[in-house]
Each structure stands twice: as structure tokens, then as C-alpha cells.
């Protein structure tokens, strides 16, 4: 089955922050586990390098919009080898490809007869590149996100006809109800329908970076229409000479944190529906990464430079502390001192020697060959923690996009096979001479951590990678607890996550 899942594109108008590595390892995270699942994935990320937000920033800065989308966009590039992430694409808005059928599909929502001439007044916010309703305008009628004072902006141009899809979206979220999730998004999205849809403006008059209207070149597209139909005009040109467009449209999962909810769950279905496009299966939407107690970014200048974080931690401690501390889908604060403790007690002390403890203790007692014909414990596989079925506990959470909750069982696993240690104390075995009972608890030991290994592997691809080589397992399939029955050599390493100096 495929599987097709996207990052929101980031705008150009500043370099990348620990947002925006957030989602893009969220989504990598998925994508890595659907591969092990043996499934046809496309992982799409990218830049919006068009409208306002990136015209205005240039100007701040005295360069061409082209030149601010070049330099931060390959700043958004250099980062995603760096926190490990498995894009199969990066679209550029700007790509001439993408423009061109962005050109085609809102030519077919015009001839749809889904867009109107007029006149727009209200709050707009440049940084947004979105007009505020009256209810979402913050005190002295301020941006909610920017903080900044809105101006009262009078427009000519071209509308999009979003009031005539209430009755239409009301519909579909409530016949679709997994389209949105958690669920008090898509409740937050069915509020904002319910309240009332105006018509969009759907296009700027006095831009000329953008993607020209093709029945009006004067007038440049709207910012957003152009930045959402990225996820589908990708596929048309990701790959040279194929067009992926059937094979992975719709898209199974548009994962996003909840400032864009409003364009994903109203202005995005609405204009699919209006252009004829298929609508995509499930958006997932996740809270914000807080710098104490507000969001960080990039406006209000408290960010958390994602480049530090993994010259001091690597980028598997980020990609893990991310999703370890801040629970996907509400908001939660990080901090260097919190990094660092669930540096040193989770992944070095957990994990990093329980890996180091059982392959040396293999190595010392059988000389590093897994013991072979022993049974599964049922001590380790069943009850809290236990890894039998572990798998299958794991696949549902994911499918569900709980990242952290498949990490937290994860967790549990990992902990119970240090207890496991603890219990049996292997060491006493070998003294003892009970050569059976020390076959079976280090055959369980190996085979456990095997296992747990490869349910980690999407989220620590690194260090999981060093300790399967050292484990001999050469798949990433995801495995069974007591599917592999011994007898392979295996090989002691250095600390996974060794001490920060
Ligand atoms: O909105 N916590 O781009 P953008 C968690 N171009 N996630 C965060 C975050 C935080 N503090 N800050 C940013 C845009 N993000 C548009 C999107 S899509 C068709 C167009 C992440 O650069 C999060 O995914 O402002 C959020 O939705 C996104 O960056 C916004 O990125």
C-alpha cells in the first residue's frame, strides 16, 4: 500500500528553527516506520518562498525576494540531512513546475465558476498573509500569533466563493470523522465553519512575487493557494519523467501544528472540492514547541537553533527529546537543562547500557554468539511492559500518529529489560554455574532488545542502526519478540550516547 505523507512548507523569511525540525522528524518518524512496515512511502517536505511574508522580510533586508528564497531555503535543505530526515522531496514553491500547475488548477476552479471580482476590507496581517475576523483579532486589534497592531487593508481583487462550501464541509467532517485529528481539532475546525465562512480574497494586487493569476497575469495567487497545492503538484514532478500523481494521490497524512489549522481543515478541502481533486484521507495536527511559557518563534525571536542543539546532543538525542518530553498533539515546553537530563538518564542510562550490558555480558559468558534453543520468558513478554505483542501495540498507536505514546511503550519496554537484568542477574548465573537458566535469560535479553531496537529505530536511526549492526540484524523489518531464535554473533560497542563533556 502507499503511503504519502507531508510536512507543511516552510516560508523563507527566516532560516529554520526547532519548529520546524519538529514536524519535518514527526512526519520522518512515520515515514521510517511505514518503510519498516514494508510499505510504498513518499515523504514530502519544503520551502513557501512566495507572497508577503518573504517580499516583506527581503525588503527589510535589501535583497531580492529570489535571493532571501535561495539563501533560506538551502538553509531549510542543509537541515534535513542533519536531523536525519528520509525526504523523498523537496518542492520549492518557486519552482517554475509547481507554478505551472498551480496555474492549471485554479484555472479549473475558475472555470468552475468558484471565483468573483470585488473589493476586500479588513485586518490583514502581513506576516500571516491572512485577513483576521473580528474574533480572531487579539486585544487592540492585534495578530494573536505576531503580536503585532493590524492595519485595515482595502483590496481589489479576485474572490474565492469559500462561503458556499459551509454546507459542504459541515458534511464532510461529520461523515469523515478521521480526517482531522486529535479530535478537539477538527471540533476547533467544525466551530470555525459553524461560525460562518466570508469569501477569500485569492489574490494580491500589488505583489508581483507569486504565481500571476492566469486569467488576470496583473494580479499575483494568494500566498496560501499557492503554498497548499504543493502537496499535490509534488508528485507531478518529483521525479523526472514520471508522474506520481496516481500513485500516491491522495495524500494519506498532512501533519502540521494547529497555527495552520484553519487553511488545512476550511480554505484547503474547499478548494479540492472546488477544483475536482480528490481530498486527502487524514491531517494530524500537533501543538507548539513553548520556550517557557510562549511559542517559540522565529517573530518573537526565541528560538532554539535546531544546528546547536545536535553539534552538542547529536540529532538522535533531538529527535528524541522532542518527542519524549512534549507530547505530539498538545503543546510543552522544552529547555537545554531537560535536554540534558533525559540525555543522561534515559538515553545514556536506559538504553545505552542496557545495549552495552547485554552485548558485553554475551560476550563474557557464551563469546558473543546469542544463545540458541532457549524459550521466551513470559516473566519479560507478558503484563506492563512486556514485549510480546509489542509490534502490534506499537503499528496501532503510529497508525494513529501517536508518536509519543508509541515512544512512551517503547520506554516501557527498554525498562523492563533493565529490570529484567536486575532480576536475574546474569552474573550470578554464571557463577553458579546454572548454565541453562543464564542461556535463557541472555537469549531473552538479546532478543528483546532486538526487537525494542527496531520499534526505535524511526526515532533514533543512528544509534539504532550502530546497535542492530553489533546485534547482527541486518533488516529493519519489525519483529516479533522470540521470531528470531538465536545462535548469531554478536559484538560489544562503544557507549551509544557517551557522556556530554
Ligand atoms: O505556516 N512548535 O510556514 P511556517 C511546533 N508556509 N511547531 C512549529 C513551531 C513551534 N514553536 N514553530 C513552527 C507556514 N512550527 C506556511 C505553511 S503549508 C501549505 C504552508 C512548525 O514557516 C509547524 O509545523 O510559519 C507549523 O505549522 C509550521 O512550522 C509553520 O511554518
Given at each position: 500500500m502507499s503511503f504519502y505523507v507531508t510536512t507543511p512548507i516552510y516560508y523563507v523569511n527566516a532560516e529554520p528553527h526547532l519548529g520546524h525540525a519538529y514536524t519535518t522528524i514527526g512526519a520522518d518518524i512515520l515515514a521510517r516506520h511505514m518503510r519498516q512496515r514494508g510499505e510504498d512511502v513518499f515523504f514530502l517536505t519544503g520551502t513557501d518562498e512566495h507572497g508577503e511574508p518573504v517580499a516583506q522580510a527581503a525588503e527589510r533586508e535589501g535583497v531580492t525576494p529570489r535571493e532571501l528564497a535561495d539563501r533560506n531555503?538551502?538553509?531549510?535543505?542543509?537541515?534535513?540531512?542533519?536531523?536525519?530526515?528520509?525526504?523523498?522531496?523537496?518542492?520549492?514553491?518557486?519552482?517554475?513546475?509547481?507554478?505551472?500547475?498551480?496555474?492549471?488548477?485554479?484555472?479549473?476552479?475558475?472555470?468552475?465558476?468558484?471565483?468573483?471580482?470585488?473589493?476586500?476590507?479588513?485586518?490583514?496581517?502581513?506576516?500571516?498573509?491572512?485577513?483576521?475576523?473580528?474574533?480572531?483579532?487579539?486585544?487592540?486589534?492585534?495578530?494573536?500569533?505576531?503580536?503585532?497592531?493590524?492595519?485595515?487593508?482595502?483590496?481589489?481583487?479576485?474572490?474565492?466563493?469559500?462561503?458556499?462550501?459551509?454546507?459542504?464541509?459541515?458534511?464532510?467532517?461529520?461523515?469523515?470523522?478521521?480526517?482531522?485529528?486529535?479530535?478537539?481539532?477538527?471540533?476547533?475546525?467544525?466551530?470555525?465553519?459553524?461560525?460562518?465562512?466570508?469569501?477569500?480574497?485569492?489574490?494580491?494586487?500589488?505583489?508581483?512575487?507569486?504565481?500571476?493569476?492566469?486569467?488576470?497575469?496583473?494580479?499575483?495567487m494568494y500566498v496560501w493557494f499557492d503554498a497548499l497545492l504543493n502537496y499535490y503538484t509534488a508528485l507531478s514532478f518529483a521525479r523526472p519523467g514520471e508522474d506520481l500523481t496516481d500513485r500516491y494521490w491522495p495524500a494519506n497524512l498532512h501533519v502540521m501544528a494547529k497555527d495552520i489549522l484553519k487553511f488545512h481543515s476550511i480554505y484547503w478541502p474547499a478548494l479540492l472540492l472546488a477544483a475536482g481533486i480528490e481530498l486527502p484521507k487524514r491531517m494530524y495536527v500537533h501543538g507548539y514547541l513553548l520556550m517557557g511559557e510562549k511559542k517559540m518563534s522565529k517573530s518573537l525571536g526565541n528560538v532554539l537553533d535546531p544546528f546547536e542543539a545536535i553539534d552538542k546532543f547529536g540529532s538522535d538525542a533531538l529527535r528524541f527529546y522532542c518527542?519524549?518530553?512534549?507530547?505530539?498533539?498538545?503543546?510543552?515546553?522544552?529547555?537545554?537543562?531537560?535536554?540534558?537530563?533525559?540525555?543522561?538518564?534515559?538515553?545514556?542510562?536506559?538504553?545505552?547500557?542496557?545495549?552495552?550490558?547485554?552485548?558485553?555480558?554475551?560476550?563474557?559468558?557464551?563469546?558473543?554468539?546469542?544463545?540458541?534453543?532457549?524459550?521466551?520468558?513470559?516473566?519479560?513478554?507478558?503484563?506492563?511492559?512486556?514485549?510480546?505483542?509489542?509490534?502490534?501495540?506499537?503499528?496501532?498507536?503510529?497508525?494513529?500518529?501517536?508518536?509519543?505514546?508509541?515512544?512512551?511503550?517503547?520506554?516501557?519496554?527498554?525498562?523492563?529489560?533493565?529490570?529484567?537484568?536486575?532480576?536475574?542477574?546474569?552474573?550470578?548465573?554464571?557463577?553458579?554455574?546454572?548454565?541453562?537458566?543464564?542461556?535463557?535469560?541472555?537469549?531473552?535479553?538479546?532478543?528483546?532488545?532486538?526487537?525494542?531496537t527496531l520499534l526505535l529505530h524511526p526515532y533514533v536511526p543512528r544509534s539504532s542502526d550502530v546497535l542492530l549492526a553489533a546485534l547482527a540484524e541486518d533488516s529493519r523489518e519489525l519483529a516479533a519478540f522470540g521470531s528470531r531464535g538465536g545462535g548469531q554473533s554478536v559484538e560489544r560497542i562503544a557507549p551509544l550516547f557517551p557522556k556530554l563533556s
Open positions: 531555503a538551502q538553509r531549510f535543505l542543509d537541515l534535513m540531512p542533519k536531523i536525519d530526515v528520509s525526504n523523498d522531496f523537496f518542492i520549492r514553491t518557486s519552482d517554475e513546475r509547481h507554478t505551472e500547475r498551480v496555474q492549471e488548477v485554479m484555472q479549473r476552479v475558475h472555470d468552475n465558476g468558484h471565483v468573483y471580482e470585488g473589493t476586500y476590507e479588513g485586518f490583514y496581517c502581513p506576516r500571516c498573509a491572512d485577513f483576521k475576523t473580528p474574533t480572531e483579532l487579539g486585544p487592540g486589534n492585534t495578530c494573536p500569533i505576531h503580536e503585532i497592531v493590524l492595519e485595515v487593508v482595502t483590496e481589489e481583487n479576485w474572490f474565492f466563493r469559500l462561503s458556499s462550501f459551509e454546507g459542504e464541509l459541515l458534511r464532510l467532517y461529520e461523515e469523515h470523522p478521521d480526517l482531522i485529528a486529535p479530535d478537539f481539532r477538527r471540533n476547533e475546525a467544525i466551530a470555525f465553519i459553524r461560525g460562518g465562512l466570508q469569501d477569500v480574497s485569492l489574490s494580491r494586487p500589488k505583489l508581483d512575487w507569486g504565481v500571476p493569476l492566469p486569467w488576470d497575469p496583473e494580479q499575483v518527542f519524549r518530553e512534549v507530547s505530539f498533539g498538545q503543546d510543552g515546553s522544552i529547555s537545554t537543562a531537560g535536554f540534558e537530563a533525559r540525555y543522561e538518564t534515559e538515553l545514556a542510562n536506559d538504553f545505552g547500557n542496557l545495549a552495552s550490558r547485554v552485548l558485553a555480558m554475551i560476550d563474557r559468558y557464551r563469546d558473543g554468539v546469542v544463545p540458541e534453543g532457549a524459550e521466551v520468558d513470559p516473566d519479560l513478554a507478558d503484563g506492563e511492559g512486556g514485549l510480546g505483542g509489542i509490534e502490534v501495540l506499537v503499528t496501532g498507536l503510529l497508525d494513529r500518529t501517536e508518536i509519543t505514546r508509541a515512544l512512551e511503550v517503547c520506554w516501557g519496554a527498554v525498562r523492563r529489560l533493565n529490570r529484567y537484568v536486575e532480576e536475574r542477574k546474569p552474573w550470578e548465573l554464571a557463577k553458579a554455574d546454572d548454565g541453562a537458566e543464564l542461556d535463557r535469560v541472555l537469549y531473552n535479553l538479546a532478543e528483546g532488545l532486538r526487537v525494542v
